[in-house]
């Protein structure tokens, strides 16, 4: 195989993952088992609840969240096509530390340690830039870990859409397509919260609202809001 690591997508810190292991596609595909189509809605991984596999995706979206004791739900981050997830299962049958849910249909590969260490032997490359594609998932959480613990409303919702604008969808489409609901989960504040900066971002020219859809209007400005 020829060597795809200069094709490795470079990550900063990005909310949504997606073709991070693209030139791993091919590779992957022939070295493993048979892909598994699952419906919209079904929970791959369940927290607190031992996990079976890894997962290759191979097409739609998985997102990424946990539960507290009162069934608050925070969003961590969404995986698209192209990119390995249930990562905290490298570690065979131990209790989950997130929830894995298919928003879409999806297509995956099923991945175990003996798979992912045959795969590393087999291509040293892809054993590095699995390092990396770790690393980088480290430092999202880390961040995350940051953000929700020090800044305020604004400042984490700036920081969310900073991280959405570097994704691919974004990219296509020049919006966020997610409610205020969503957007208060993903930050980890109330309905009300969001609501409130909302309309104050609104008001300044930041951003528009829609119908379940956020646009950015001014990059440069929320930027100003954000970390970055």
């Known amino acids: ?18 073709n991070n292991f693209a030139s791993y596609r091919s590779y992957i595909v022939e070295n493993s088992q048979n892909a598994v189509r699952l419906p919209a809605g079904t929970c791959l991984t369940r927290e607190g609840q031992p996990i079976q596999s890894m997962f290759f995706l191979l097409k ?3 997102k990424v969240y946990t539960i507290n004791i ?8 969404y ?20 929830t894995t849910e298919a928003v879409t ?19 040293s490359d892809f054993c590095s830039d699995l390092l990396l594609y770790y690393g980088d998932v ?4 880390c961040f995350d870990a940051e953000s929700q613990s020090i800044n305020n409303v604004i ?21 966020i397509l997610m409610s205020q ?20 971002l609104k008001q300044e020219g930041i951003i528009k609202v829609g119908k379940g859809k956020l646009i950015i209007a001014d990059e440069k400005r929320i930027r100003q809001y954000s970390q970055f």
Do not use: W
């Open 60 to 62: 739609g979206t998985v």
């Open 79 to 98: 995986h698209k096509e192209n990119t390995i997830f249930a990562m905290d299962g490298l570690r065979d049958r131990h209790p989950a530390t997130v």
């Open 1 to 18: 195989m020829d060597n795809p690591s200069n094709e490795f997508k470079e990550n900063s810190i990005n909310f949504i993952l997606e």
């Open 181 to 200: 609901q969503n957007l208060a989960s993903a930050i980890k504040a109330s309905r009300v919260q969001v609501a409130r900066v909302c309309a104050r």
């Open 138 to 141: 480290l430092r999202l959480m």
């Open 155 to 175: 400042t984490r919702l700036a920081n969310f859409i900073c991280l959405f604008m570097q994704s691919d969808a974004y990219q296509q489409t020049g919006y």
């Open 70 to 77: 009162s069934g608050y739900i925070r969003l961590l981050g």
């Open 105 to 123: 249909d999806i297509e995956v590969i099923k991945l175990s340690f003996p798979d992912i260490q045959r795969l590393c032997m087999k291509n």
